[in-house]
Each structure stands twice: as structure tokens, then as C-alpha cells.
């Protein structure tokens, strides 16, 4: 197992996650950036909003392509417009939290999994997906997207009110070059049964996506103070217990 995970390593770069993106290379840009203080700060910066936001289609960099991640993406520039400390401000920040925490949960669970497997120190570098990932870099892309498809209709590994995350298949095109993407099925199954249709999903963590689009909306708007009394008629408790 250590062998063939550092073979994987060499090939597919996980830790670093593709830093040197081939695409890139054909770009002619500067060795020395004009502020080299500045760039490293953005690149900095743009990891960690991937790791915190933990995109659906990670290599997606309009975010648009999704409707989950076209609406956080959505909320995350509504917040920027947003006066700090105001009603509107403090509404767009627990639903963008919502939004992460949904996307967390799922992470845990992969990660729960990885671990059982024997993977306690490679699990991080193995869920890491940046924006460089590309379909075309993909070794067993056919077989990663019918484990996906099963991960999503025979377990509740996934919220499944949406379609699976496309970050997950890039994941699992790993395990299976890893060679233990059937032993993490399996594991899946035993670990995160399908529910019934009535208790599918935690309370706490459901998403109405057509509410958050309306208050993207409102918040590019300039309402964001306006309307607060209106829009609790139409939550029905999606995010309730929020604080």
C-alpha cells in the first residue's frame, strides 16, 4: 500500500495538488511575477478559499457551471456588497456556512472511510482536489464515474437531493489507481446505508437552493436590510437552530 500510494504521489502530484498546472505552461508569463509578495498572498489565498469552500466542480473556476456552487459562489459575492455588521451581512454568512457545512459533512465521510481503510496519514492528500484538476489527466475515468453513481444511489455517503459532487470523481479515479475503490464501496455501504425517503437527510443540513438564489439576488439588489420579515414565511425551517 505505501509503494503504490507513492507511486500515486510521483504521478498525480495529490499533495501539492497540481500546483504546476500543465495547461498553464503554455501561457508565456513572467518567471519573476512584477510583486512576487503579492502573488504568493493570491495563491495562498485561492487554496484555501478551494479547501474552504470545497467546490462541486472544482474545475469550474466561474463556479457557474453548478447549481450549488453558482449559488455560494453567488452568496460569497453578495457578502462582498454587503455592509458589515448589517442584517443582510449576518444572513449571507449563515447561509454560506450552511453551504460549507453540508459540503464538510460529506468530506468526514470519505475521510471516515479512508481511515477505516488503513489511509490515516494519506487521507487529507487524498481528498484534495484543486482547480487544476482536469478530466483529460484521468486514468480510469469510466469506471470512477459508475462507482459514483453507485456511491450515490446505493449509500448515503451523499446528501442525494443533488447530484453527486464532480470533485468525488477525481477522488475515486485515485482509489482506483490505488486499487481500493472496490474495498471503499463496500466499506460505504456498511457505513452509510441508503435511508428511507423520510428520514433521508439531516434536518439541520438541508439546502433550499431557490431561497438562497433570492437572496443573492436581494443582496446585489442593495436590500439587504429590507424584506427580513417576508422571507421567514417562506424558509419552512430549512435552516432552522441557526445562530
Given amino acids: 500500500m505505501g509503494s503504490a500510494f507513492k507511486r500515486f504521489c510521483m504521478q498525480f502530484c495529490c499533495c501539492c495538488c497540481c500546483a504546476a498546472d500543465e495547461d498553464d ?10 510583486d512576487p509578495l503579492e502573488y504568493f498572498n493570491r495563491e495562498v489565498q485561492k487554496r484555501r478559499d478551494e479547501e474552504t469552500n470545497l467546490w462541486s466542480t472544482p474545475g469550474d473556476r466561474s463556479h457557474s457551471e453548478r447549481d450549488d456552487d453558482r449559488v455560494l459562489y453567488g452568496l460569497l459575492q453578495a457578502r462582498t456588497k454587503t455592509r458589515m ?14 453551504m460549507r457545512d453540508t459540503r464538510r459533512e460529506v468530506r468526514e465521510k470519505w475521510k ?27 486514468r480510469n475515468a469510466p469506471a470512477a464515474r459508475a ?29 482506483i489507481y490505488l486499487d481500493i475503490a472496490e474495498d471503499f464501496l463496500a466499506k460505504a455501504k456498511r457505513f452509510f ?8 437527510e439531516t434536518p439541520g443540513l438541508s439546502i433550499n437552493l431557490p431561497l ?3 437572496r443573492v439576488e436581494q443582496a446585489m439588489n442593495g436590500r439587504d436590510d429590507e424584506d427580513g420579515e417576508d422571507e421567514s414565511e417562506i424558509e419552512d425551517g430549512n435552516f432552522s437552530d441557526r445562530s
Fill in 25 to 34: 505552461e503554455d501561457e508565456k508569463q513572467p518567471l519573476v511575477p512584477q
Fill in 85 to 98: 455588521g448589517s442584517t443582510g451581512y449576518r444572513r449571507l454568512s449563515v447561509d454560506i456556512e450552511a
Fill in 112 to 138: 471516515t472511510i479512508l481511515e477505516n481503510l488503513g489511509f490515516m496519514t494519506e487521507a487529507e492528500s487524498l481528498l484534495t482536489v484543486s482547480a487544476g484538476a482536469s478530466h483529460d489527466r484521468m
Fill in 147 to 175: 462507482m459514483l453513481q453507485a456511491l450515490h444511489t446505493e449509500t448515503s455517503i451523499f446528501f442525494s437531493g443533488e447530484p453527486p459532487p464532480e470533485r468525488y470523481l477525481f477522488i475515486l479515479d485515485r482509489l
Fill in 193 to 200: 446505508p441508503p435511508t428511507d425517503g423520510s428520514d433521508e
Fill in 212 to 214: 438562497l438564489l433570492a
